[in-house]
Each structure stands twice: as structure tokens, then as C-alpha cells.
């Protein structure tokens, strides 16, 4: 076991090393100048530099709050709803196509969503940037679009419910596809240039006309099959498309006019683009997407429900805070001194709700997980860890992708996704065990990546939980706990 931890570490050892060498690190040097804490609060403080960025950030994570509750309450009410009206292998079908369009949808993009915030400053200084990075950038995720359609209209006729005669079906599929790829770029773009209110009601505008639509015609009399579920989406996903695109073509009038402007250079877009893919792909090993099929098979569809509440947890975080720390970045990408200021400052807040998590869970945790057995709670927790704990490193992804240092992310994703496969010999497959070396793989992943934070930007990690919101956490932690014993 020691020759297995010692060949665990070497590698992120060699790669620190490595790393470092062809690393510039001017922020660190500029670190040095003063206090850390006295420039946090002179920033902060006095509002020196930057406020109307610092404050629309927390402006972007109150709309994002609201746009996740909603979304996500209506949504759920609808599945839950769907779910006893229709036919099991029908609501099986319609889900596995769904989880295909936005499977495609994700790795047709191919990073460029994630890596817009990296080159905002080079886009958004005006029309004729803008309309260059666009026109360059786009056809990159149609040209992998079309070998993804390919992919997919093979496998679509290997359904049991499809045939080959369902050209019209398919052809809607590709359709939505399309357009929510598209509304997927403008819904970042949103996000990016603040405009989160926006993006709220385009939001709640769909996902009440996309449910809207299918129940009043269930209540018809129409029976819900998949071409009732999708052209629905398509049809929202046009109108809310086509709100978002003006939007943006509104902010898009306001950029200056330079003549003789100079182009920006393909190769540090594709880079990114390139190191972000990469990063992403391996992360789909550690989603929920993974791992709950990976539960259902191997243990049971009773652990895989449960694991649903640390998947709800991620996804309701990373649309908070996520985007809105991916904006703040962007626009602080070339002032070294506020960007560790306010990042300092976004770890500390983010950090706090998720300390606030955990009190809730340990304090609640025979309240949540009361039908769990002994066996199910050892497959359960090293899941929840993989899931949960990637929250602590969400500002750390933004920030590395904006520097344009999505390397970093890349190359130790690369190193755990090695490991993962070397355990397979090393431990049976279908062991307890096997998860929990993966947990610890991950975690030990996230501290390499810390640790490459402080040693470019001179960024320490905030691991203390403030007083008030222990307190608050605890108050109820334990009023929940109450009502509910």
C-alpha cells in the first residue's frame, strides 16, 4: 500500500515542478508589495477600485438565486408529475433522449462557453473585435456538431421505441439541439456582461411555456409521447433564444468603432478552448450523470435516489455562484492587486454556505438519509465527497480558465483520471473501496490545485468558518431537526 500512496503523489509532485518552470508569475511578485488583509480591506472598505463590479456581483448572485429556485421547483413539480402520468418505459425513453440532447449540447461546445470569459476584455473593446472572435470561434462547434449527429442517428435507431422511419422526430431532436446550444452561449454571454436579469426571465418565461404547453394539452385529451415533449422545448427554446440574441445585439450597438484595430491571436483561443475540453470531458467521469447510473447498476436505483441530493446541491450552487464569480474575473482579469482582493472575498462567502451544508447534513443526517442502511451509507458518503466537495474548487476552475491557465486544470485531471484507471487492477471493481480511493484521489486533486493558486497568484485558501455563520447554520440545523423528530 505505501509503493501505491508513493506513486500517487510522485506524479503531482513532477507536474508541480514541471509546471512551475515554464510558469511566469508576475502577481506573485506584486503580492509582496503590503499586507494582504490591509489591501483587502482598502478595496473593499473604501471602494477604491472596481465597486460597481464588486456589488454587481452579488446583484448576479441574487438573480441567479432566484432563477435556480424557480427553475428548478417548477421543474421538479413537472417530472414528479409527468412521472405519474406516463408510462415507465415511456418516461425512461423520453429521459435518455433528453440526456443525449444535452450530452451533445455539452461536448459540441468544446469549451467555448467556459473560455468566453478568459478573452471578454479582447472581445468586448469593440464591434469589430467582437464580431471577429465570434466568426472565428463558432464554426469550430459545428464542425464537431456534425460528426456528433452522425454519432447520435445511429444510436437513435438502436432504441427500442425509435425506428428508421422517424425522420421527423429526428430531425426536431437536431433542431433542439441547435437551438439550445445556442441558447446556452447567450445565456453565458448574459451572465458575463450582468445582465443575470435578463437571463432570469428568459428562465422562468421558458420553463413556464415549455410545462404551460404540455399539460394544457394532456388535459385535452393529448397523449404525452416524446414529439409533445420536444417540440415544446424547441419552440420555447426559439422565443427565448431570439429575446436573449436581441439583448445581446442591443449591448452589442453600444461598443466603439476603432479603425485599424489589430486581431487577436487564434492560436491562445484554441489553447484554452483545447485545455478547457479536456478538463470538462473528465470531469463527466465524477458528474452525477456518472456516478448515479454507476449506483443504480452496482447498488441498487435506492442509493442512486439518494445520491440526488448532493446532485441538486451542485447544480443550484454552480448556476449561483459559478457564473457570477465567472463575471467578476473577467473583468478583473488584468488588475492583479483587486483580483485577489475580491476573489479573496468570493471564496469567503461561498465557503461559508457550504460549511453551513455540511453543519446541516451531520446534524440532519439520520432525518435525510433515515431509510439507509449501514451498507448504502458506505456507498453513499464517498459518492457524496466526489460530488460535494468539487463545490470548494468552483471560484478556483473560474479563475484558472480566465487566466487562460486551464493547463493546470487539464494536466491534473489527466493524472486523476489515470489513476482511477490503474485502481481498476488494483482494487475489485464492484469494492466499497474503489469509491473511497476515488474520493481521496479527487480530494488530493483539489489541494494540488490550491496549492498551484498560491504559487502563481499568491491566492491562500480560506478554510476558517466566521461565527455568525456557524451560528446561523446551527439555528437551522437544529430547528429543521426539531420539526422534524
Known amino acids: 500500500m505505501s509503493k ?16 512551475s518552470y515554464y510558469s511566469t508569475t508576475p502577481d506573485k511578485a506584486l503580492a509582496k508589495s503590503g499586507s494582504l488583509k490591509s489591501e483587502i480591506l482598502r478595496a473593499i472598505i473604501k471602494e477604491q477600485a472596481v465597486p460597481s463590479q464588486y456589488k454587481s456581483f452579488f446583484k448576479s448572485i441574487a438573480w441567479n438565486t432566484v432563477e435556480s429556485l424557480v427553475y428548478q421547483g417548477i421543474f421538479l ?52 473585435a467582437c464580431k471577429q472572435f ?16 452522425v454519432l447520435f442517428y445511429k444510436y437513435f435507431n438502436l432504441l427500442e421505441q425509435a425506428t428508421s422511419q422517424d ?35 428568459a428562465e422562468v418565461l421558458l420553463i413556464l411555456g415549455y410545462t404551460t404547453i404540455i399539460w394544457f394539452m394532456y388535459f385535452c385529451g393529448v397523449a404525452i409521447n ?68 454507476f449506483l443504480a447498476l452496482y447498488f441498487g436505483l435506492k442509493c442512486a435516489g439518494l445520491l440526488k441530493l448532493a446532485t441538486i446541491i451542485t ?86 480558465i480566465t487566466e487562460e491557465k486551464a493547463l493546470y486544470l487539464a494536466a491534473v485531471n489527466t493524472i486523476v483520471a489515470f489513476f482511477i484507471l490503474l485502481s481498476f487492477n488494483w482494487i475489485d471493481f464492484s469494492s466499497h473501496v474503489l469509491l473511497y480511493f476515488i474520493a481521496v484521489i479527487r480530494i488530493l486533486s483539489y489541494i494540488v490545485l490550491l496549492i498551484f493558486s498560491y504559487y502563481i497568484w499568491n491566492i491562500k ?13 446551527l439555528i437551522i440545523s437544529f430547528l429543521f431537526f426539531f420539526i422534524h423528530n
Open 4 to 19: 501505491q500512496l508513493y506513486f500517487v503523489f510522485l506524479p503531482y509532485l513532477l507536474l508541480f515542478c514541471i509546471l
Open 77 to 128: 413539480l413537472h417530472h414528479i408529475a409527468l412521472f405519474k402520468v406516463v408510462n415507465h418505459t415511456v418516461y425512461g425513453f423520453i429521459g435518455t433522449i433528453f440526456s443525449s440532447i444535452y450530452l451533445i449540447v455539452a461536448l459540441m461546445n468544446a469549451g467555448f462557453d467556459t473560455s468566453l470569459s478568459s478573452f471578454y476584455m479582447e472581445w468586448s473593446s469593440s464591434k469589430q
Open 134 to 149: 465570434f466568426l472565428r470561434q463558432l464554426p469550430y462547434n459545428y464542425g464537431i456538431l456534425i460528426g456528433l449527429i
Open 167 to 201: 425522420i421527423l422526430l429526428f430531425t426536431t431532436i437536431v433542431i433542439t439541439i441547435l437551438l439550445e446550444s445556442t441558447r446556452k452561449t447567450l445565456k453565458t454571454l448574459m451572465y458575463i456582461t450582468h445582465q443575470n436579469s435578463v437571463c432570469t426571465t
Open 226 to 293: 416524446l414529439y409533445i415533449i420536444v417540440i415544446p422545448l424547441a419552440t420555447m427554446s426559439f422565443f427565448t433564444s431570439c429575446y436573449l440574441l436581441y439583448t445581446f445585439f442591443h449591448w452589442y450597438k453600444k461598443l466603439p468603432t476603432p479603425q485599424n484595430q489589430s486581431y487577436m491571436h487564434s492560436s491562445r483561443i484554441v489553447k484554452t478552448r483545447f485545455f478547457t475540453y479536456i478538463y470538462e470531458l473528465i470531469n463527466l467521469l465524477f458528474s452525477s450523470n456518472a456516478l448515479i447510473p
Open 315 to 400: 447544480t443550484v450552487l454552480q448556476k449561483i455562484f459559478g457564473q457570477a464569480s465567472n463575471a467578476l474575473l473577467a473583468y478583473l482579469k488584468h488588475k492583479p492587486h483587486l483580483k485577489r482582493n475580491y476573489f479573496f472575498s468570493i471564496t469567503t462567502h461561498f465557503n461559508q454556505i457550504l460549511y453551513g451544508i455540511i453543519i446541516f447534513i451531520i446534524i440532519n443526517n439520520n432525518t435525510l438519509f433515515n431509510a439507509c442502511s449501514i451498507h448504502e451509507a458506505t456507498v453513499i458518503i464517498p459518492c457524496f465527497l466526489i460530488i460535494f466537495t468539487g463545490n470548494f474548487i468552483i471560484p478556483y476552475e473560474k479563475l484558472y
Open 461 to 473: 485558501p480560506t478554510i476558517y468558518i466566521k461565527p455568525r455563520y456557524a451560528f446561523a447554520s
